[in-house]
């Protein structure tokens, strides 16, 4: 089993930035991608980052390539996103996911779906105001 647990979130100004952290326990050891979804009100859940447990790849959706870093500590066991020059559109609660799906030589688009994922955290809200 493995526990998330985002941190990070909060109220900023457009233009501001943000980094959210996701810490997990438990046996991390297994997973080969870590993600960032979020989920704006009415709107389904969407990917926004992945990265690979080696670091050597990542992903980013359109809407927030060029503003959005996604990073990872093996040694801490913990995910980031760095979110600058944030907009009103950003606003949702963001969501970590790890998958144990897939193999290390898989290209990133294999963890595009969210059912690749097998464990979430609970969500933390960002809202960013005009």
């Known amino acids: 089993q493995v526990q998330l647990v985002e941190s990070g979130g909060g109220l900023v100004q457009a233009g501001g930035s943000l980094r959210l952290s996701c810490a997990a326990s438990?046996?991390?050891?297994?997973?080969?991608?870590m993600a960032w979804f979020r989920q704006a009100p009415g709107k389904e859940r969407e990917i926004v980052s992945i990265?690979?447990?080696?670091?050597?790849?990542?992903y980013y959706a359109d809407s927030v390539k060029g503003r959005f870093t996604i990073s990872r500590d093996n040694a801490k066991d913990t995910v980031y996103l760095q979110m600058n020059s944030l907009k009103p559109e950003d606003t949702a609660v963001y969501y970590c996911?790890?998958?144990?799906?897939?193999?290390?030589?898989?290209?990133?688009?294999?963890?595009?779906?969210?059912?690749?994922?097998?464990?979430w955290g609970q969500g933390t809200q960002v809202t960013v105001s005009s």
């Open positions: 438990g046996r991390t050891f297994s997973m080969y991608a």
């Open positions: 996911a790890f998958s144990a799906s897939g193999a290390p030589n898989y290209g990133v688009g294999y963890w595009y779906a969210q059912d690749k994922y097998g464990y």
């Open positions: 990265i690979t447990w080696s670091g050597t790849r990542t």
